[in-house]
Structure formats: structure tokens, C-alpha cells
């Protein structure tokens, strides 16, 4: 079992920034894959980024902005999100997946954090 754990939601003016942490505990040894989603009200949960042992890939409207960092020591997967917008507001969820390969999927993912709400305002 892994058990994941976000914190660091919050609501920011658009331009500002917030650091997500996932923190994870259990079989995380097992997990290939680590990435973050997000949800926002009447939408589909969406590909955010993720990390492997590889490297990393963001969703478009992300990239240059945000950065998704593993730090094995402290059993954490952070993300900075820096020049936020409105429509970045959302529900964000750490993910935890056995298969090597980076997805952008949601059913690829074994495991999921309960959520952190970020709101960013106009």
C-alpha cells in the first residue's frame, strides 16, 4: 500500500506563486511513476505533470511555469507553480503508478491523494 498526503493549496492572486507537497509513506519504493492532476468543478481530471526515473513531462499550459521535484530523502513530491492564473484554479491530486512510462491517463495511476484546493483569483 502508499499512502499520499498533498498539502500547500491555497488562494493567491493570479501572478503569485504556491508550492505543492505530496507527502508519501508505504511502498513508494514500488511506484515508477509520481505525478500531479488537477480537477476543476464540471471538468474531467487533468494531466498536470510527472516524474520518472527518465525525467519529466507537463501538461502545455504548464510548462515554463510550473516544476514538479521528487525528493527521495524526505519521501515528498513537490510542485512549484509559479506565475499562477485563473485558470489554474483547481483541485490538485498527487498520483502514485507502478508502470514505467509517464501517462497522462488517470486510470494508469494505483494510487491518489485526497486533494488540496488552489484558487487563484483575478
Known amino acids: 500500500q502508499v499512502q499520499l498526503v498533498e498539502s500547500g493549496g491555497g488562494l493567491v492572486q493570479a501572478g503569485g506563486s504556491l508550492r505543492l507537497t505530496c507527502t508519501t509513506s508505504g511502498r513508494t519504493f514500488t511506484m515508477n511513476v509520481m505525478g500531479w492532476f488537477r480537477q476543476a468543478p464540471g471538468k474531467d481530471r487533468e494531466f498536470v505533470a510527472a516524474h520518472n526515473l527518465l525525467g519529466t513531462h507537463y501538461l502545455d499550459s504548464v510548462k515554463g511555469r510550473f516544476i514538479i521535484s521528487r525528493d527521495n530523502a524526505k519521501n515528498t513530491l513537490l510542485l512549484q507553480m509559479n506565475n499562477l492564473k485563473p485558470e489554474d484554479t483547481a483541485v490538485y491530486y498527487c498520483?502514485?503508478?507502478?508502470?514505467?512510462?509517464?501517462?497522462?491517463?488517470?486510470?494508469?495511476?494505483?494510487?491518489w491523494g485526497q486533494g488540496t484546493q488552489v484558487t487563484v483569483s483575478a
Open positions: 498520483a502514485a503508478g507502478q508502470k514505467f512510462p509517464i501517462t497522462s491517463r488517470p486510470t494508469e495511476y494505483n494510487y
